[in-house]
């Protein structure tokens, strides 16, 4: 009777390791996403300039380069 008491406390002492775990990954994971998206700097791709009559020729909506 005495060994039952452990298992509960042993999957709840995993159980908390596992939540702290997955919550470190998923805010390292978010913090990664907003550090590349402030410290990129994309430069100008290649695009149509002007309006294109041919189907799957696409254009900026509004070109800053």
Known sequence: M????????RRLHLLWI???AAMIVFVGANAHLV????S???????HL???SGTPGG???AKSAC
Do not use: F, H, Q, W
């Not at 005495?2 to 406390?9: D, G, I, R, S, V």
């Not at 550090?35 to 402030?38: F, G, L, P, T």
């Open 49 to 51: 300039k002007d309006k």
């Open 58 to 60: 696409y254009r900026a």
């Open 18 to 20: 596992l939540t702290a």
């Open 2 to 9: 005495m060994n039952a008491a452990p298992a509960p406390a």
């Open 40 to 46: 990129s700097e994309p430069g100008c791709i290649a």
């Open 35 to 38: 550090y590349v998206a402030v």
